[in-house]
T-cell receptor, first 112, second 111 residues
């Protein structure tokens, strides 16, 4: 659905460079999440946010930081990209009133 | 830590029934969700169980047994479009809106 978008959709970058992925939602959802998806691992939570400027770490947060200055935007930054961060990154949103998470289309990141 | 186990692959023919099991070991348990993901697409929500029993949504049903730390997703009258990956996910606490996902089950439907 157009309620949540991610940019860029594809990116190739070199080891050691900083990378920022953007997630934008138009649903005014309070909770937002960043996951990475790798073969054999399902979806693993990197960071999540439960409101503006309120963020917390997930299970695979090393090497990643996030920021949420507005309800609609949740940014994921790789300070110095490594080849192990080559993955598909999904953003998701949700509300306390629902057990459902809505996912964005994903960003395929390749670190060479 | 948390652990969710589900089979990696299942193959079946059109019209058949497939059951995808999910067993979990988590520090807490509030509910079990199922998501579907087609190749190259985003995960989409299918169902949620917080209480023991069967929840039916069209051709898909989901079951939960909290005492056995076990649930399953039942796909009936399989269609080619059901070829996808299916993930179970646990929400551990009422006030914690994070999900822990299993590694996924790839379902292949053959004609």
């Amino acid at each position: 659905d157009a309620g949540i978008t991610q940019s860029p959709r594809h990116k190739v970058t070199e080891t050691g460079t900083p990378v920022t992925l953007r997630c934008h939602q138009t649903e005014n959802h309070r909770y937002m999440y960043w996951y990475r998806q790798d073969p054999g691992h399902g979806l693993r939570l990197i960071h999540y946010s439960y409101g503006v400027k309120d963020t917390d770490k997930g299970e695979v947060s090393d090497g990643y930081s996030v920021s949420r200055s507005k309800t609609e935007d949740f940014l994921l930054t790789l300070e110095s990209a490594t080849s192990s961060q080559t993955s598909v990154y999904f953003c998701a949103m949700g509300t306390p009133l629902s057990y459902e998470q809505y996912f964005g289309p994903g960003t395929r990141l390749t670190v060479t | 830590g948390q652990s969710l186990e589900q089979p990696s692959e299942v193959t079946a023919v059109e019209g058949a029934i497939v059951q995808i099991n999910c067993t979990y070991q988590t520090s807490g348990f509030y509910g079990l969700s199922w998501y579907q993901q087609h190749d190259g697409g985003a995960p989409t929500f299918l169902s949620y169980n917080a209480l023991d029993g069967l929840e039916e949504t069209g051709r898909f049903s989901s079951f939960l047994s909290r005492s056995d730390s076990y649930g399953y997703l039942l796909l009936q009258e399989l269609q080619m479009k059901d070829s996808a990956s299916y993930f179970c996910a646990v929400r551990e606490e009422a006030n914690d809106y994070k999900l822990s996902f299993g590694a996924g089950t790839t379902v292949t439907v053959r004609a």
